[in-house]
């Protein structure tokens, strides 16, 4: 079984280099992904579709990573720094300009017979449509 850190940290790399074939094997089939807004997707092909289409809007890299785990092993948090720039205008989002931005980003995993069972996205909603509004 794969170390809950390193699915973690396979995790981040393949979503920066946008490999979906490899976040497809990183998580279970019936993974729950709560999103930074608020949404709750169940299924690897539903978690995928979310990414793709956030994805087009924001076009984001995740930097600065700091990995954290829990004493089982079973929970990794990321603690890291997304760039990004705004291409498409998003419901709920100020318009979009090509605005370019970076604000802190956290990520907890929760791993499960050595893929991803849960994943959260967490960042602050507020400051982060601030900087996109300029």
Do not use: C
């Not at 490999?19 to 997707?41: H, I, N, Q, Y």
């Not at 289409?53 to 984001?60: G, K, Q």
């Not at 791993?111 to 967490?122: K, P, T």
């Amino acid at each position: 079984m794969t170390d809950a850190q390193t699915i973690a940290s396979r995790f981040i790399e393949a979503l920066n280099d946008r490999d979906f074939e490899t976040l497809s094997r990183l998580v279970g089939e019936d993974v729950a992904f709560d999103s930074l807004t608020g949404e709750r997707t169940l299924g690897a092909g539903a978690l995928r579709s979310w990414m793709m289409h956030y994805l087009r809007h924001f076009d984001e890299n995740f930097g600065d990573v700091v990995l954290m785990r829990d004493a089982a092993g079973q929970r990794v948090a990321a603690d890291t720094t997304v760039r990004g720039i705004y291409r498409e205008t998003m419901a709920g989002f100020p318009e979009a300009s090509g605005q370019a931005y970076s604000v802190a980003s956290v990520f907890v995993f929760e791993i499960d017979d050595g893929v991803i069972a849960r994943l959260s996205h967490y960042r602050n909603i507020l400051l982060f449509k601030r900087e996109l509004a300029g």
